[in-house]
Nanobody, 121 residues
Framework: QVQLVESGGGLVQPGGSLRLSCAAS????????MGWYRQAPGKHRELVTYITSISTTHYADSVKGRFTISRDNAKNTVYLQMNSLKPEDTAVYYC???????????????WGKGTLVTVSS
């Protein structure tokens, strides 16, 4: 099966930067769209950004101009570069990917366990 593992979360000061990574592993034939979601304390999970297999991107208005998503298909990895961080960016960030498993004709969504980002002085 497939596992998605996020890394790079931690404590950062307002205005600072952080880079998240999400590596997919397992019996992977191909990966389609990959994205990042986040869930702040007491809030619903929201889409932050996604990137397609051909690197078409989308960003939520709240992070546009500050966050950048990218991917390395050879490494089955997606990244999230976060700049000019604000306290309201504090959340658990979850990686999501549409993966086609070896010997299967249809793909499905997989989720990471999340990594905590705390923006505070």
């Amino acid at each position: 099966q497939v596992q998605l593992v996020e890394s790079g979360g931690g404590l950062v000061q307002p205005g600072g930067s952080l880079r998240l990574s999400c590596a997919a592993s397992g019996s992977i034939d191909s990966i389609g769209v990959m994205g990042w979601y986040r869930q702040a304390p007491g809030k619903h999970r929201e889409l932050v950004t996604y990137i397609t297999s051909i690197s078409t991107t989308h960003y939520a208005d709240s992070v546009k101009g500050r966050f950048t998503i990218s991917r390395d298909n050879a490494k089955n990895t997606v990244y999230l570069q976060m700049n000019s961080l604000k306290p309201e960016d504090t959340a658990v960030y979850y990686c999501n990917a549409y993966v086609t498993v070896t010997s299967r004709i249809a793909g499905m969504d997989y989720w990471g366990k999340g990594t905590l980002v705390t923006v505070s002085s």
